[in-house]
Structure formats: structure tokens, C-alpha cells
């Protein structure tokens, strides 16, 4: 079998490369550009910084492996960056790295496997794949700390059965041991949690260098109505958020809603936050057929799951949760086992 390895130059997807490599397989690297800035300049952090290139052309070197770079830079912008953008600008909380697997990862690299002449995607994220009667099922990844699982969870059958996550079986640690064996440079690199157009700033701060037009100021207001002071875009706030609101009212407050049409953050107290059940869209089923009833419930990459029950594009919390908004992921498991996923697109208390 030939398998298209996506390599970001971190130690996962370097050991997946050499995990198919010795069992037979034909392997060619592939690493992707996805961002430069406004000048032209390379990410200086996430995953995509000409260092991880380097490395991940150095570890294709040492397996003895052809490599490539692809140019989707394109792709990415119109598709993650712009989006990222628009949705900050209308008071949602997105996820980059959930659309960037979305709409450039998965689906240009499954889409161009023919020009490689390969069969299967392989990537390094801790997640498994497995075939079971017929039929591919995504469960969580051996290593539950590391789990990556909520990421994959908009994958469907037509993506899952070109896909294989060799890392998804081992611990992190044995990861970095088996990369330690073999010598791989990334062996013992660090994980960058960073988003790659952001980088090392706060995402407030690319906001205003890319897109300055979405900070439109409007007022802060108390859940009661009244004013409470203004802001300089509701840009700047995320449901929940406790930290640098602007006004100092001798006791806790949080950001419990932002209303994008007459841009005003409105502030309230913890038990404010409650949501009950959401509402979704986009929703996608890794196994093919629509689920509803009982589900644990996801809506953070590293968030814990909580009971809730499913019915078609609404969502009811067992117990009401804090701090969820629209605009963010929400993963469905049974057990380990990721049954889809969906974009939370409105909150009822």
C-alpha cells in the first residue's frame, strides 16, 4: 500500500511515517504551507514554521523516504484565516485548527492522493481508526491525555476509510521512545499549542494588525440593562471571559452574551453563564447515519464530556454548563467512540 504521510515536523506524525515505513508500506512525506503574513513572513509558531519544515524534511532524509512541500496558502486563508475573522466580528468563538482539518488538512490532501499515487492518508494524531463490520468507527486515542479524537470529529466514512492514524494506539511516551530509538531529530521536541497566524500574540492583537474594521465600539451593559461603560469591539470578548472587561464592579463578572448586531457585550454574574441546551449546525456523523438519544457531550478540545441527550440539531445538557458559545465545537461520543460532531450555532438557558 502507498500512503501519503501529512509531517508537520513534530514527533507524531514523524513516527507514523516510520511506523508504516517498517511495516512495508510505500511512504512519501508531504508537509504543508499555510500561512505567510501580510510581508510575506512564515509563522513563527504552531505547526507550521519553516523550523518544522526543516525537521520534518530531515526526518523524511533519515527514513529514506521522498518528500514535499504543498503550497495551500491559498486555501488557508480563504477558508480558516477569513473565517476566523468573520466569526470573532460577529460575537462567535471559533476553532481554527477544527476548520483548518476541515476545509485544507483532510480534504485537499484525500482529494489529491491520486496525484501521488497513494491510497491512504496517514497523520499524526492521537485518535483510532478502526474497521468494524464493514465499516470504519474514530475512537479516542490510547492515550487519553493526548487524545485528538474531538479535532477528527467531523470526519466522515468517505474520509475515515482513507485515513490511518498509526500513533493512536500508543502512549505519548512510547511515541517519544520509539522516536528516541530510531534517532529522529523531533524525539524530544516540544508541542506548540499556538495558532500559527497568531502566533506568539494574543489573537486580539492579530485581529487588529489583519482586520482592524471589525473593532466597532459599542457599550458594556449589566444583564438588567444598564450601563456599565464601552468597549472597542466586541472582537475582544469571548462568552465567559472574566479577565480585562474594562470596568472594575467589586465583584465578579463575566461576559454571559454578545449581541453582534448592536454590538454590545453584555456582563452578568457565574450562574448567569448556565446554558441548558444548544443549538447546531453542520453537523457530521463519522459512521453515516444521523444519531439522537443519549451522548457525552464535548465542546472543548480539552474539555471534559458531560450526558446529554441528542435530537436532531438540538442539544440537552443533562445539567446545565458554563462558558459555551456559539460558534464553538461539539463532539459526540459513546464511550470512546465518536459517533460526529456539530457547530454550536445558538445557547438557551
Not at 503574513?37 to 518544522?52: K, L, M
Request: glycine residues 10%; hydrophobic residues 40%; charged residues 25%.
Amino acid at each position: 500500500m502507498r500512503a501519503l504521510v501529512a509531517m508537520s515536523g513534530g514527533v507524531d506524525s514523524s513516527v507514523a511515517a516510520a511506523l508504516m515505513r517498517e511495516a512495508g508500506h510505500d511512504v512519501l512525506g508531504v508537509t504543508l504551507k499555510l500561512w505567510s503574513g501580510p510581508n510575506g513572513e512564515a509563522p513563527t509558531a504552531g505547526c507550521c514554521t519553516v523550523s518544522d519544515a526543516e525537521d520534518a524534511r530531515r526526518v523524511a532524509a533519515q527514513l529514506d523516504i521522498p518528500y514535499y512541500v504543498l503550497d495551500y496558502t491559498d486555501e488557508f486563508r480563504d477558508g480558516v484565516v477569513h473565517r476566523f475573522v468573520r466569526d470573532y466580528g460577529s460575537g462567535r468563538t471559533p476553532n481554527p485548527c477544527i476548520e483548518c482539518n476541515r476545509t485544507v488538512k483532510f480534504d485537499r490532501l484525500l482529494n489529491g492522493l491520486a496525484d501521488f499515487d497513494s491510497e491512504v492518508l496517514v497523520t499524526g494524531h492521537h485518535a483510532r481508526n478502526r474497521h468494524v463490520d464493514g465499516s470504519w468507527r474514530l475512537h479516542r486515542g490510547e492515550d487519553r491525555a493526548k487524545d485528538q479524537s474531538y479535532v477528527l470529529s467531523m470526519l466522515t466514512q468517505a474520509e475515515l476509510s482513507r485515513i490511518r492514524l498509526p500513533v493512536g494506539e500508543l502512549t505519548k511516551t512510547a511515541v517519544r521512545s520509539i522516536a528516541a530509538e530510531m534517532g529522529l531529530r523531533t524525539a524530544d521536541k516540544p508541542e506548540s499549542m499556538d495558532i500559527c497566524f497568531v502566533g506568539k500574540r494574543d489573537y486580539r492583537g492579530f485581529l487588529r494588525d489583519a482586520a482592524p474594521e471589525v473593532f466597532e465600539p459599542g457599550p458594556l451593559v449589566a444583564s438588567d440593562g444598564t450601563e456599565l461603560g464601552s468597549h472597542d469591539g466586541i472582537v475582544g470578548f469571548t462568552v465567559g471571559q472574566r479577565r480585562g472587561l474594562g470596568v472594575a464592579l467589586g465583584e465578579p463578572r463575566f461576559v454571559v452574551r454578545i449581541d453582534s448586531g448592536s454590538s454590545t457585550v453584555v456582563l452578568g454574574r457565574r450562574d448567569e453563564l448556565a446554558v441548558a441546551a444548544v443549538g447546531l449546525d453542520q453537523l457530521t456523523w463519522t459512521e453515516g447515519a444521523p444519531f439522537s438519544g443519549q451522548v457525552m457531550a464535548q465542546y472543548r478540545a480539552h474539555g471534559e464530556p458531560v450526558p446529554a441527550t441528542l435530537h436532531d440539531d438540538r442539544l440537552l445538557f443533562a445539567e446545565p454548563q458554563e462558558a459555551v458559545a456559539p460558534g464553538q465545537t461539539v463532539a459526540f461520543y459513546d464511550g470512546d467512540r465518536v459517533l460526529g460532531g456539530g457547530l454550536i450555532s445558538e445557547t438557551f438557558v
